[in-house]
């Protein structure tokens, strides 16, 4: 009898703590979340952390209810393939990417997984998706741009600077999306009556030779492309119009802030803080078809009055009247 009441005792105590157990170890597993930057690590940390800033306004905390992954490119399109790939064999519950090249990557390594994309060019246009408001398929998310902007930001320059004729336009043929700007550009230069020269860069090694290029063009300004790999080297490339006394109209604001002459773009902080929203939604059950992909709706003009100086160039009261931040 005494045996069968310990037993019992036992039992009881082991029935009660099951629950206990249960519930320190969560309602299921965490969630796994990779990101493949195609950006510079070393000066691009402020991305990863406006991510993981909007997944924390979201109530997730990482190493809790929340486990990222993160990747770096470092600015080499070529990279991604592989980066996307191994993320991939890791199981995510969910792949963030950026830019075409990353976007379509990951669209070839996995039918299955959701993909959020964030600055992408034209996702329609690339095949990403069926529609803008329809994505179809395992991908949606945000993109930065849209076609008309890149002849925005050459009518911008040349309302800044009246009397240049022709322009340079640093380009990377390894971003598909920079053939269709140009053709916008093109169109836009006609209209405009500019003659405008493309000039390739496919890496940090190609920039000494691409001014040296511009200069043989007798360019008068300078056009930016947006790109991970210009982006990531914004400080050399900055110096390096610097010393050429090249003004330059740049697509984010991140260049002026590194001393670079005017930017024109959305903001690209609040589209990394964003991507949190499409992450949460999948989380919770939401299909990537059914969440339509965003597009910017407000832009910034960021103009660097210490640059336009040191250049010695006035900008006309009606373009500075239109600034958001006017950096003294």
């Known amino acids: 009898m005494a045996l069968r009441a310990m037993l019992t005792v036992i039992l009881t105590l082991v029935l009660l703590a099951t629950p206990l157990a249960a519930q320190a170890q969560g309602p299921g597993k965490v969630p796994r979340v990779g990101y493949a930057f195609a950006r510079v690590s070393s000066e691009d940390q402020h991305a990863w952390d406006a991510a993981r800033q909007g997944l924390r306004e979201l109530g997730y905390v990482e ?7 993160v990747r770096w490119a470092e600015g080499r399109y070529e990279r991604l393939p592989a980066l996307v790939a191994e993320l991939v064999r890791l199981k995510v519950d969910v792949l963030v990417v950026g830019t075409t090249p990353g976007a379509l990557a990951a669209k070839s390594a996995t039918r299955t997984i959701p993909i959020v994309m964030y600055a992408v060019g034209d996702p329609v246009g690339s095949g990403l998706v069926a529609s803008l408001a329809r994505p179809g398929g395992n991908l949606t998310g945000l993109s930065l741009f849209n076609r008309e902007i890149s002849g925005k930001r050459l009518e911008l320059l040349k309302e800044s600077l009246p009397s240049i004729s022709r322009v340079a336009v640093l380009t990377n043929p390894g971003n598909p999306i920079h053939a269709v700007f140009w053709k916008e550009t093109q ?6 009556g500019l003659q405008v020269q493309s000039i390739k860069v496919r890496g940090p090694e190609d920039f000494d030779d691409a001014f040296t290029a511009a200069a043989r063009g007798r360019a008068e300004a300078l056009l930016v492309f947006d790109d991970s790999l210009t982006l ?8 390096l119009a610097a010393k050429r006394r090249l003004p330059a109209m740049y697509g984010l604001r991140e260049f002026p802030d590194a001393g670079g002459l005017v930017s024109y773009g959305p903001s690209n902080l609040d589209m990394y803080r964003r991507t949190a929203t499409y992450v949460d939604k999948i989380l919770k059950g939401t299909k990537p078809a059914d969440l339509p992909v965003e597009q910017p709706t407000k832009f910034e003009l960021v103009i660097n009055f210490k640059t336009a100086k040191t250049l010695g160039l006035t900008i006309p009261p009606s373009v500075l009247a239109r600034a958001d931040e006017i950096i003294q």
């Open 63 to 69: 190493g809790q209810n929340i486990a990222l992954e």
């Open 187 to 192: 169109a836009a230069a006609q209209t405009l």
């Open 232 to 239: 990531g080297y914004r400080t050399r490339l900055v110096a």
